[in-house]
């Protein structure tokens, strides 16, 4: 779960992570009052960030909610100083519109929060980056000098500059791994003193909360020496959440794609993707090797969708409904293995979905395990517009034909 920045610089100033002082606002109504807020604490430098689960805010442009072809103003982020109404103004402009950036594509998505924090003056930015490396089973630490620049570009461009340190989970982060990143990073004196403490602090916060990404970019190195997260973004894994019960406070499901929230309604898995066959699953695995070969058969996934492992009528018809609301759909792929439930039973439960739903695409449905035989024949004989097949190499290219023709 993707959660915005002024969450997760909260959650972070639990572990002593430094990170700026500021407060969120959903209504412009509140923003004099956190100005105030702020300059008691004695804060006279401020910057307004938009909110929202999407990286490049800062390089974005903002358009008219109602008018998407109107620019209102360039830049999602902006440090406007000690001027109160230039801050002001500047709000007023990110609440309520859309923010375009690279990574929302150009639908965007609207700024219904503000995170108004303090300026800071400094002399160095630097990128941190932590995560889980599958190939190795363990976590790694990416730290690099080129802070504020999206670290793809910099892989890309430059992979030299990137420091990288492979954790053993069992161990944690050593001292010796802590002090490599400082010199790697080319700190000394205060700056490598901070920075230890800083990087010490940020992985056991990674651990503690249980994220599966904590990506400070940039971690900046102020003009006092102190090393401060400027930005966070965190993303917390969904499997742990029965240990962080809180945790379910912290979603915006403005953010989450409303077909998304729907299937999670129901127990489906379900990520909408930007191609036109729909797909219905059981199993992740699986779910991926029927997906891989729709692309390979000349076709492109509409969707990723896991209905579990029993598949039952309700939870069929649950999927046809979630899949043909994307109006990109132009054909469905089923694909079931019948372990744990019998492959005449999904069968039944796709009949009788099709009954219950007016589908005008083509159903393209393999089943495969107990009683598959006996499911083909259902299928074949129900009069609807259900198409079998007897192994996914055929399935995927019937489904791509059915699009054509």
Not at 114 to 129: A, C, N, P, Q, R
Not at 178 to 200: C, S, V
Request: hydrophobic share 40%.
């Amino acid at each position: 779960m993707k959660i915005h920045e002024y969450q997760a610089k909260s959650l972070l100033k639990k572990y002593d992570v430094p990170v700026q002082e500021g407060l969120a606002i959903n209504d412009m109504k509140y923003y004099d009052d956190v100005i105030s807020v702020l300059k008691e604490k004695g804060i006279s430098q401020f910057v307004v960030k938009s909110q929202i689960h999407a990286g490049g805010r800062g390089k974005g442009k903002v358009y008219s909610r109602e008018n998407r072809d109107e620019l209102v103003v360039e830049g999602g982020v902006k440090f406007v100083g000690s001027d109160e109404q230039k801050g002001k103004d500047y709000a007023a402009k990110l609440l309520g519109n859309i923010l375009v950036t690279h990574q929302t594509g150009k639908e965007g998505k609207e700024v219904q929060t503000l995170f108004i924090t303090e300026g800071i003056d400094y002399k160095k930015e630097f990128y941190i980056g932590i995560l889980l490396d599958r190939t190795v089973s363990k976590n790694v630490i990416m730290a690099s000098t080129e802070g504020g620049v999206e670290i793809e570009k910099v892989a890309e461009e430059t992979p030299e500059k990137i420091i990288k340190i492979w954790i053993d989970p069992s161990a944690g982060l050593l001292s010796y791994q802590a002090r490599e990143l400082a010199f790697g990073l080319g700190l000394e004196g205060n700056a490598y003193k901070n920075f230890i403490k800083f990087i010490t602090n940020l992985y056991k916060a990674y651990e503690g909360l249980d994220a599966s990404l904590l990506e400070i970019n940039p971690m900046v190195l102020t003009d006092e020496d102190k090393i401060i997260a400027l930005d966070a973004k965190v993303t917390l894994d969904d499997n742990s959440f029965f240990r962080h019960k809180e945790y379910a406070e912290l979603k915006d499901e403005n953010e989450e794609d409303p077909l998304e929230l729907e299937a999670a309604k129901y127990n489906l898995n379900y990520i909408k993707l930007d191609g036109n066959v729909g797909c219905m699953v059981n199993g992740a695995g699986l779910a991926m090797g029927t997906m891989d070969l729709i692309k390979l058969a000349g076709g492109s996934p509409a969707n990723f969708l896991d209905v579990g492992g029993t598949a039952t009528p309700d939870t069929v018809e649950n999927g046809f409904k979630i899949i043909l609301s994307d109006k990109n759909v132009k054909a469905i792929l089923i694909n079931i293995f019948g372990g744990i439930v019998r492959c005449d039973r999904v069968a039944m439960g796709v009949v009788q979905a099709a009954k219950n739903i007016h589908i005008t695409v083509p159903v393209v449905v393999r089943l495969q395990g107990t009683n598959a035989e006996e499911a083909k024949t259902i299928l074949d004989e129900s009069g609807l517009n259900l198409i079998s097949a007897t192994t996914l190499e055929e399935a995927a290219a019937k489904v791509t034909e059915a699009i054509s023709s």
